[in-house]
């Protein structure tokens, strides 16, 4: 009897536990909704533009805002705001009202011009209606025909993105070096063998 309880016990928590120790993603996010006409109305800046690199911030340095990102775009159409060809947002975690920019893709961003900060004035969120460009729908319907960015008009560059173009050079340059570190190890390696026989 001691036994077969024991049994049934052992199965109950082989087969509840799993389910138990599941865990579900909850988002922290609750917003209020803006139609086209008041989403335009409280951004700063609205426009279209592909995410050509996204860079995250260090959790050390993330803001009472909580942005953990912070996206180059390339713009392609202005509706409100300096008509700059290239500029950056900030974004939080998506769990947390942010909104996750994924390179090669356009969107439609509303941004606000928020407090000088090292990685960028300009924030976006979830609520701020910012959206794939595929889903602009009513959006860009009440926006209408915006404008092209002007030419080589470059927004405020995060002070603490560093130089971008020494970017791939110091990862080659990291790349170079390891790979004559491994190759010196090899030929230590095979000439203390050949010594050893």
Known sequence: MCSRLLRLAAIALLVGLPSALRTETSLACSCIYFDPQEAYSFHDIV???????????????????????????????VWKGPPYETLWVRSGAPGMCGFHFVEGQDYLVYAKDWHPHEWGNLITSSCSQTREL???????????????PESGVVGPRPA????????????????VAGALAGAGVA???VRRRARRT
């Open 47 to 77: 426009f279209v533009g592909k995410a050509v690199r996204a860079h995250h911030i260090p959790p050390e340095e993330i803001d009472d805002l909580g942005a953990q990102m912070v996206t180059k775009f390339e713009v392609s159409t």
């Open 134 to 148: 595929a889903d602009g729908g009513d959006y860009l319907e009440a926006l209408g025909e915006g404008q092209p």
């Open 160 to 175: 603490r993105l560093g130089d971008e173009s020494m970017l791939p050079t110091w990862g080659i340059g990291l790349l």
């Open 187 to 189: 030929i230590l390696a």
